[in-house]
């Protein structure tokens, strides 16, 4: 068998325009912040879980308590659900019918996403991307992505019984990119414009404006290459 796994937001979903307010927002009302900087790729892990850490250690130099994260946790979910009633999330478009048709041509799917699990749920069930059926691995798997990742490929063996021949990353993140490079997985990049030019630029070989044609979605698949090294950033 092989394996895809997917990112979630931005490769799935359609959902950025409004997530960074939201989450941003929900950092400051959770955890009681005044400085949230909204450019992840300063993040030493770019998921919520490390983002919010991270930023509570810098404002307050310790770690913030279990019940303020779940706390932020709630007040993110609840900032996505009203921009989701004036903004609906949908789907990258394609991604519902590629996720129904990789099993009949021979890949297993997986979801590695750096959103808290709460959240992941939330926007995958608004989006009707939502399979129970589907092993997926969150921000609390993590902090880092490579391990949310290799979460979810251990996940998949389990779930589907077995071991994989070929294991493919899909996201649209450099943060993404950079967990394949690690981990030695072929990568396909999602995006256009400046987006897609960052994913290049960071050394993925094969990078897809959407999902929108299976046809050269399972032909990507097949001859992504593992990210090139790159000079440092």
């Known amino acids: 068998m092989k394996l895809v796994v997917f990112d979630i937001d931005g490769t799935l979903l359609d959902n950025l325009a409004a997530e960074d307010k939201c989450f941003v927002q929900a950092l400051r009302d959770g955890l009681g912040l005044n400085a949230v900087s909204a450019d ?13 850490i991270e930023t509570y250690r810098r404002e307050f130099g310790t770690a913030p308590l279990p019940d303020a994260v779940a706390d932020t946790i709630g007040r993110f979910v609840a900032l996505l659900a009203a921009a989701h009633d004036a903004q609906p999330i949908s789907p990258i478009p394609g991604a519902a019918e590629l996720l129904a048709s990789l099993p009949s041509h021979g890949w297993a799917i997986a979801l590695a996403t750096g959103a808290w699990r709460r959240a992941a749920h939330f926007k995958l069930v608004a989006a009707g991307l939502h399979d129970d059926a589907i092993p997926l691995a969150t921000s609390e798997d993590g902090p880092a992505r490579t391990a949310i990742v290799k979460s979810a490929v ?38 256009t414009g400046a987006r897609a030019d960052r994913l290049l630029a960071a050394g993925a070989a094969s990078v897809l404006p959407d999902l929108s044609s299976g046809i050269t979605v399972l032909a990507t698949l097949e001859t992504a290459a593992i990210p090139s090294a790159v000079p440092s950033r």
């Open 40 to 52: 992840w790729a300063t993040y030493q892990h770019v998921s919520d879980h490390g983002i919010a």
């Open 154 to 191: 251990a996940r998949a063996e389990e779930h589907y019984g077995a071991t994989f021949d070929r294991i493919v990353s899909v996201g649209d993140g450099v943060w993404d990119v950079d967990a394949a490079r690690a981990l030695a997985l072929p990568f396909v990049g999602v995006g």
